[in-house]
């Protein structure tokens, strides 16, 4: 299904003999559930989009002849004032979903004990280190040979790591959560456009690949495979260049608020995910689903 993108209307205002028809307003204006429409401060009494050719919509709302025709309500002698005024209608174009959390159950305790518990060392070892190596393990700045080096220096642990460490906990725990894939499903049948950002590391990325969890969206964009991650800003404009979208268009979710407010400063449409029914409820206000 297309989808059109930033497409600027002209309005006509009708009258008929200077009295208005306020009750066909907003009868008229529901042109699509899913338009964002900016309506001027005095509202005409009522409103009938022009295409931008020129033209009025051909569709079973909009009927000019003699009469006017909303919705089999005929308005007689009506004059048509062209208004000189034009809006802007902004159509959601896409949406970006993160992954851990949101799609997939956040399974990063599981990882994080199975690693303590095979080198022996204590949770916040663990966390010194990790803080420090892993922005750079899931940019790919470092190999997961060099983090485990790197990690024995800094917890003074001798233990060399089984070679599938980082995935083996992480492969036999990730699941996809049905609703959220239930709703992603919903938002292809509208055509909009599905990205994956992600903040991950290459092994976990791997078993995502393997379980076909990419497969769900159009465009992926991998902290592992870009050099770059949440929240900083060039990946948010990195994931709206491969979609061609621009941010006031595209809707923006995540379970970590941080990401989400660096989204609403870039001007996407953010929302904070909690669970699948509030995301539902929350795509459901912006008429998306």
Known sequence: MSRQRNTTYRWAWLSKNGRGHSRLFQTVLRISSNLSIKYPQSEPDICLPIQPHGQYRSNKEVALDKYAKIRDIFVPNCIIFPSA??????????????????????????????????LGVTKNQYEEACHILIPLLSTAR?????????????????????ENLWSREFSKRRKLRKDV????????????KLAALSNVIRSHSQVNDEKGIYRLFDVRILSCEVGLKKPDPQIYQLTLKKLGAKPEE???????????????NLGFKGIYYKNPGQLRKSLERLKLI
């Not at 970006?96 to 305790?109: A, E, K, R, S």
């Not at 997961?144 to 790197?150: A, K, M, P, T």
């Not at 595209?250 to 609403?264: M, Y």
């Open 250 to 264: 595209t809707v923006f979710i995540d379970n970590k608020l941080q990401n989400v407010k660096v989204a609403r």
């Open 142 to 162: 470092i190999t997961e040979e060099e983090f485990w080096q790197r990690f024995r220096d800094i917890t003074k642990n001798t233990k060399v790591p089984p």
């Open 181 to 192: 894939v239930q709703i992603i499903k919903d938002l292809k049948q509208t055509g909009i």
């Open 85 to 118: 005024i034009q809006y802007n209608v902004l159509v959601i174009q896409a949406i970006v979903f993160d992954i851990g959390g949101v799609v997939t159950y956040n399974i990063g305790g599981y990882v994080k004990n199975d690693i303590i518990k095979t």
